[in-house]
Nanobody, 119 residues
Framework: QVQLVESGGGLVQPGGSLRVSCAAS????????MGWYRQAPEKERELVAS???????NYADSVKGRFTISRDIAKNTVYLQMSSLKPEDTAVYYC?????????????WGQGTQVTVSS
């Protein structure tokens, strides 16, 4: 089972920037779509950004122009650079790896990292 470990969360003021990282225990980027999700208190988990094995990125409308997803294949690490942060970006951010294996959907989640945007 692939392990995903997030890091880099913390407290940041509105308008500030933060980068969270997700380190994978194996080389999985060539066969998986990597995604960042977030879940705020009493809200459902939502997709924030994703990057396919081919490098195509996708963003939620709420973060377009402010967040950037990237990856370092040599380090088995995917990043989410967050800028112009707003209080409504406060949530636990989760890393996800997803693919199809033997005709079935496969997914792995990290433990999450807390991001709090507050003055």
């Amino acid at each position: 089972q692939v392990q995903l470990v997030e890091s880099g969360g913390g407290l940041v003021q509105p308008g500030g920037s933060l980068r969270v990282s997700c380190a994978a225990s194996a080389s999985i980027f060539s066969s998986n779509t990597m995604g960042w999700y977030r879940q705020a208190p009493e809200k459902e988990r939502e997709l924030v950004a994703s990057i396919t094995s081919g490098g195509t990125t996708n963003y939620a409308d709420s973060v377009k122009g402010r967040f950037t997803i990237s990856r370092d294949i040599a380090k088995n690490t995917v990043y989410l650079q967050m800028s112009s942060l707003k209080p409504e970006d406060t949530a636990v951010y989760y890393c996800n790896a997803a693919s199809w294996r033997d005709g079935k959907p496969w997914s792995s989640w990290g433990q999450g990292t807390q991001v709090t945007v507050s003055s």
